[in-house]
């Protein structure tokens, strides 16, 4: 019998014996009786008012019962050794006051139950109180079978018996599965390793940004060593209680050394691995004695034993030195974002076992995804799926693959938002000064679609396509803001008058000049050099400040520079939308009408071709035109986008 069912059992005999209890003393108390004296007693017998007697089975209490049935029954306590005749005979009751055979007299026999029942009734309380906080203490130990066991460890172990993973279902991350499979050839064969004198790597710690596919490699080293695996979250080892953590880690390691060989996987491992002395609790913090305990144990006396241990983070910034030394994390395996390459295999992957239309070209999905971890590709092809089966389709088509693209990056669309004429012209005009603007300038990013239907947080958007370039140079990003700026340069030659809807573009082109001054040397009059230190608490592992290392002559000459970045990029905008105002007001119009348009069109457009009537035009511009909306907010011009150097993806 396991444990739920011993506890299911347990549970119901408190119960049933708590119900049997109560029943008995309310079936004892159920009658109201009275207090009387032996004395009160006599006298009532004299006066012919008593039917019957029952002396109890305990032989010191008896029960009284009257003639009246206005009377309620008393009860009398016998403190005399003798019989209840003999005690009555005392108080003057002779043969003649029983006349007729009343009162009678019963005796009744003790009952053992009784007695059993009396005991129960008076510790069952104590009983209760006690089986409840076992019940409490047993439920926060989870599935742990002994009572009070907060230093055992939370590890999950895999025998790797039956993998469900192996490195044939991790893509993209090639490097990282040779670093992994040098691990899994040494527990599986260690005599090949130790006859060269080699020493196995004590860890490795696997650093990528989310979505890389650090667990996933990590449950593929699983299926594929065969040993005993560990697997823990960081946040796992600390709980409320002081020196959980790190009687936890002790467990943790001794398990592992009993089944060694074998590998230990912490997940998330910057949870117990900060740096120390960051928090406020000094050497006594909690999580700082967990993270001593990991130490020692890494590399220690007594670590000669055949335990590997794998660890995962995306802020190794924060981890603490110690941590980091050879001894304990030999080996710092880097899972990069994967290229045009690493993202066609993972596609490959992910698509295995759906039904693919024969039009589905993998490669053009990998080149149209840069910047897309394989967690981004895994939801793409489920969105996919799921957008061919809620069109009731046999396969998925390249249109499904598209759309879910867009999806997952841009957002949804939004086609029943309310948006009133005169808006909807301003929205075409600004969309439009973006891709005219980059479609002059050589080194700005080819452009993929433009819209006008409101997609994620945007009105409108104008989407580039981007290459995995990861150097972009000076040229590149001033062409970046100068097409930034287009929409708001738009809005300013044909009406005169500026929204704010420029004002995502405004902080995105601000942070590319400043980053230009201040990070990247590209400032011919402040010359190469770092501007600026950024300050972070790596407690909480986030920027907080930025140390000024420079003088305020130098603090305007920052300024100056970045107005004269900005303005030169604003005049040459501006001299490019003056020049093919005809072009503005062309793909302003053809937006208008059809909404949507993708880059082919777009350049058969300016180059004066004329493109067939749109199949999803249903009614005619003027009707569409005439539909009333609510106004639009400041921030609803674009999807706010990432403001990391190189570029992200999302379209400006």
């Given at each position: 019998?396991?444990s739920?069912?011993?506890?299911?059992w347990?549970?119901?005999?408190?119960?049933?014996?708590?119900?049997?209890?109560?029943?008995?003393?309310?079936?004892?108390?159920?009658?109201?009786?009275s207090?009387?004296?032996?004395?009160?007693?006599?006298q009532?017998?004299e006066?012919?008012?008593?039917?019957?007697?029952?002396?109890?089975?305990?032989?010191?209490?008896?029960?009284?019962?009257?003639?009246?049935?206005e009377?309620?029954?008393?009860?009398a306590?016998?403190?005399s050794?003798?019989?209840?005749?003999?005690?009555?005979?005392?108080y003057?009751?002779?043969?003649?006051?029983?006349?007729?055979?009343?009162?009678?007299?019963?005796?009744?026999?003790?009952?053992?139950?009784?007695?059993?029942?009396?005991?129960?009734?008076?510790?069952?309380?104590?009983?209760?109180?006690?089986?409840?906080?076992?019940?409490v203490?047993?439920?926060?130990?989870?599935?742990n079978n002994?009572?009070?066991?907060?230093?055992?460890?939370?590890?999950?172990?895999?025998?790797?018996?039956?993998?469900?993973?192996?490195?044939?279902?991790?893509?993209?991350?090639?490097?990282?599965?040779?670093?992994?499979?040098?691990?899994?050839?040494?527990?599986?064969?260690?005599?090949?390793?130790?006859?060269f004198?080699?020493r196995?790597?004590?860890?490795?710690?696997?650093?990528?940004?989310?979505?890389?596919?650090?667990?996933?490699?990590?449950?593929?080293?699983?299926?594929?060593?065969?040993?005993?695996?560990?697997?823990?979250?960081?946040?796992?080892f600390?709980e409320?209680?002081?020196?959980?953590?790190?009687?936890?880690?002790?467990?943790?390691f001794?398990?592992?050394?009993?089944?060694?060989?074998?590998?230990?996987?912490?997940?998330e491992?910057?949870?117990?691995?900060?740096?120390?002395?960051?928090?406020?609790?000094?050497?006594?913090?909690?999580?700082?004695?967990?993270?001593?305990?990991?130490?020692?144990?890494?590399?220690?006396?007594?670590?000669?034993?055949?335990?590997?241990?794998?660890?995962?983070?995306?802020?190794?910034?924060?981890?603490?030195?110690?941590?980091?030394?050879?001894?304990?994390?030999?080996?710092?395996?880097?899972?990069?974002?994967?290229?045009?390459?690493?993202?066609?295999a993972?596609?490959?992957?992910?698509?295995?076992?759906?039904?693919?239309?024969?039009?589905?070209?993998?490669?053009?999905?990998a080149?149209?995804?840069?910047?897309?971890?394989?967690?981004?590709?895994?939801?793409?092809?489920?969105?996919?799926?799921?957008?061919?089966?809620?069109?009731?389709?046999?396969?998925?088509?390249?249109?499904?693959?598209?759309?879910?693209?867009?999806?997952?990056?841009?957002?949804?669309?939004?086609?029943?938002?309310?948006?009133?004429?005169?808006?909807?012209?301003?929205?075409?005009?600004?969309?439009?000064?973006?891709?005219?603007v980059?479609?002059?300038?050589?080194?700005?990013?080819?452009?993929?679609?433009?819209?006008?239907?409101?997609?994620?947080?945007?009105?409108?958007?104008?989407?580039?396509?981007?290459?995995?370039?990861?150097l972009?140079?000076?040229?590149?990003?001033?062409?970046?803001?100068?097409?930034?700026?287009?929409?708001?340069?738009?809005?300013?030659?044909?009406?005169?008058?500026?929204?704010?809807?420029?004002?995502?573009?405004?902080?995105?082109?601000?942070?590319?000049?400043?980053?230009?001054?201040?990070?990247?040397g590209?400032?011919d009059?402040?010359?190469?050099?770092?501007?600026?230190?950024k300050?972070?608490?790596?407690?909480l592992?986030?920027?907080?400040?930025?140390?000024?290392?420079?003088?305020?002559?130098?603090?305007?000459?920052?300024?100056?520079?970045?107005?004269?970045?900005?303005?030169?990029?604003?005049?040459?905008?501006?001299?490019?939308?003056?020049?093919?105002r005809?072009?503005?007001?062309l793909?302003?119009m053809?937006?208008?009408?059809?909404?949507?348009?993708?880059?082919?069109?777009?350049?058969?457009?300016?180059?004066?071709?004329?493109?067939?009537?749109?199949?999803n035009?249903?009614?005619?511009?003027?009707?569409?035109?005439?539909?009333?909306s609510e106004s639009?907010?400041?921030?609803d011009?674009?999807?706010?986008?990432?403001?990391?150097?190189?570029?992200?993806p999302?379209?400006?």
């Open positions: 019998m396991n739920t069912k011993l506890t299911r347990f549970v119901s005999l408190l119960i049933g014996v708590a119900i049997l209890a109560i029943v008995w003393s309310y079936s004892n108390s159920n009658t109201p009786t207090q009387i004296s032996i004395s009160q007693l006599a009532q017998i006066n012919n008012e008593v039917a019957e007697i029952v002396v109890e089975g305990d032989g010191r209490s008896i029960l009284i019962t009257y003639d009246d049935s009377n309620q029954p008393a009860t306590q016998i403190s050794v003798t019989s209840l005749e003999e005690l009555l005979t005392s003057g009751i002779t043969q003649e006051d029983y006349r007729d055979g009343r009162p009678t007299i019963t005796y009744e026999r003790p009952s053992s139950w009784g007695n059993w029942l009396n005991v129960i009734g008076i510790f069952l309380p104590a009983l209760l109180i006690i089986a409840f906080i076992f019940l203490f047993r439920q926060a130990q989870g599935n002994q009572a009070l066991s907060f230093g055992k460890s939370r590890a999950r172990m895999f025998t790797g018996d039956h993998p469900t993973i192996t490195f044939d279902d991790v893509a993209g991350a090639e490097e990282a599965k040779e670093e992994l499979e040098e691990v899994v050839d040494f527990l599986k064969e260690p005599e090949k390793f130790v006859s004198g080699a196995i790597p004590k860890g490795v710690l696997m650093i990528g940004s989310p979505g890389t596919g650090k667990t996933l490699l990590a449950k593929a080293v699983s299926g594929e060593a065969g040993v005993p695996f560990f697997s823990i979250a960081g946040s796992e600390v409320m209680f002081v020196g959980v953590g790190a009687s936890r880690v002790r467990d943790l001794e398990q592992a050394k009993n089944n060694s060989p074998c590998i230990i996987f912490i997940d491992i910057d949870a117990v691995g900060r740096q120390r002395g960051a928090g406020l609790g000094g050497s006594h913090d909690e999580r700082e004695q967990t993270l001593n305990q990991i130490l020692v144990e890494m590399d220690g006396f007594g670590t000669d034993t055949h335990v590997i241990i794998l660890a995962a983070t995306n802020r190794p910034d924060i981890l603490d030195p110690a941590l980091m030394r050879p001894g304990r994390f030999d080996r710092r395996v880097v899972i990069d974002r994967p290229d045009y390459k690493g993202r066609e993972i596609f490959k992957v992910h698509i295995r076992g759906k039904p693919i239309a024969s039009n589905v070209n993998v490669a053009v999905l080149r149209a995804t840069p910047g897309f971890v394989g967690a981004d590709i895994e939801n793409t092809v489920n969105e996919a799926a799921l957008l061919a089966a809620r069109r009731d389709k046999k396969s998925i088509g390249m249109a499904e693959f598209h759309e879910a693209i867009e999806r997952v990056q841009l957002g949804p669309e939004r086609k029943s938002r309310v948006i009133t004429p005169e808006e909807r012209e301003i929205i075409a005009y600004h969309e439009a000064g973006h891709a005219l980059s479609h002059f300038l050589p080194a700005a990013m080819p452009l993929r679609k433009v819209t006008i239907v409101p997609r994620g947080m945007g009105l409108g958007l104008t989407w580039y396509l981007e290459d995995d370039t990861i972009p140079n000076k040229t590149h990003l001033q062409a970046q803001i100068a097409s930034l700026l287009g929409g708001r340069v738009s809005e300013e030659i044909v009406y005169n008058e500026i929204t704010s809807g420029a004002s995502n573009d405004l902080q995105r082109v601000t942070q590319l000049a400043r980053s230009m001054v201040t990070q990247l590209m400032s009059d402040l010359g190469p050099r770092v501007y600026g230190q300050q972070e608490m790596v407690f592992g986030r920027e907080i400040s930025e140390q000024r290392d420079y003088s305020d002559a130098i603090a305007e000459k920052i300024d100056a520079e970045v107005r004269e970045i900005i303005d030169v990029q604003y005049s040459k905008a501006k001299e490019i939308l003056t020049t093919h005809d072009k503005l007001d793909v302003a053809e937006l208008l009408e059809r909404e949507t348009l993708d880059a082919d069109e777009f350049v058969a457009l300016i180059e004066g071709e004329s493109l067939p009537s749109s199949p035009q249903t009614t005619p511009p003027s009707a569409q035109n005439s539909v009333e639009k907010s400041e921030s011009w674009k999807k706010p986008p990432s403001l990391d150097l190189p570029p992200s999302t379209p400006a």
